[in-house]
């Protein structure tokens, strides 16, 4: 079974550029996360697709950060425009089930941020 | 603010002996999950623990969850360099059972 695919894998941009991340789940899995990691610290959700449609961004800057996952499969988040604060690691993870509590994430590699 | 923290932070050990962390949480749970990282890397399922369970166990790894204490344990025996990793539990939000959260982990060290 394939895993979780993201890329690109390191991406470094100056304050106020945009910058764009892909992610394509495990085949099969209706449910797709995407996570920030800043260093030393646990993921914090940022968004939740079930198929095409999100079931949780409250926790997404809406004012900068945008997600969509057409066709309910692959995904992108992007920034728009990035600030200091944004560098961190970008984790995609997929899950067969709804239910997140009853079923393991898989996870990426995570593409990591830099913004300068 | 997290659902889940992890005790202690940071812990260094030497190849062969046990490793115990501890995972904190605020409200009721469904369920609690253990993840693995390595660095540079996502993170990786390692066990799932329901809240009417009390132990679980899964090669060297041993799970714990104390709900009236809200409360969970991680035990890897006999720990070996590859066990070097951050862990994290993650709690979901009770009756909203989609929703993870993650604590902000413990960083083990197995020395050779």
């Known amino acids: 079974e394939a895993g979780v695919a993201q890329s690109p894998r390191y991406k470094i941009i100056e304050k106020r550029q945009s910058v764009a991340f892909w992610c394509n789940p495990i085949s099969g899995h209706a449910t797709l996360y995407w996570y920030q990691q800043i260093l030393g610290q646990g993921p914090k959700l940022l968004i939740q697709f079930q198929n095409n449609g999100v079931v949780d961004d409250s926790q997404l800057p809406k004012d900068r950060f945008s997600a969509e996952r057409l066709k309910g499969v692959d995904s992108t988040l992007k920034i728009q425009p990035a600030k200091l604060e944004d560098s961190a690691v970008y984790l995609c993870?997929?899950?067969?089930?709804?239910?997140?509590?009853?079923?393991?994430?898989?996870f990426g590699n995570g593409t990591r941020l830099t913004v300068t | 603010s997290q659902q889940g923290e992890e005790d202690p932070q940071a812990l260094s050990i030497q190849e062969g002996e046990n490793a115990t962390m501890n995972c904190s949480y605020k409200?009721?749970?469904?369920?609690l999950q253990w993840y693995r990282q390595n660095s540079g890397r996502g993170l990786v399922h390692l066990i799932l623990?329901?809240?009417?369970?009390r132990e679980k166990h899964s090669g060297r790894l041993r799970v714990t969850l104390d709900t009236s204490k809200k409360s969970s344990s991680l035990l890897i025996t006999a720990s070996r360099a590859a066990d070097t990793a951050s862990y994290f539990c993650?709690?979901?939000?009770?009756?909203?059972?989609?929703?993870?959260?993650f604590g902000g982990g413990t960083r083990v060290l197995v020395k050779p």
């Open positions: 623990i329901r809240s009417n369970e």
């Open positions: 993650a709690t979901d939000a009770g009756a909203a059972g989609n929703k993870l959260t």
């Open positions: 409200t009721s749970i469904n369920n």
């Open positions: 993870a997929s899950s067969l089930s709804y239910w997140s509590s009853n079923s393991p994430l898989h």
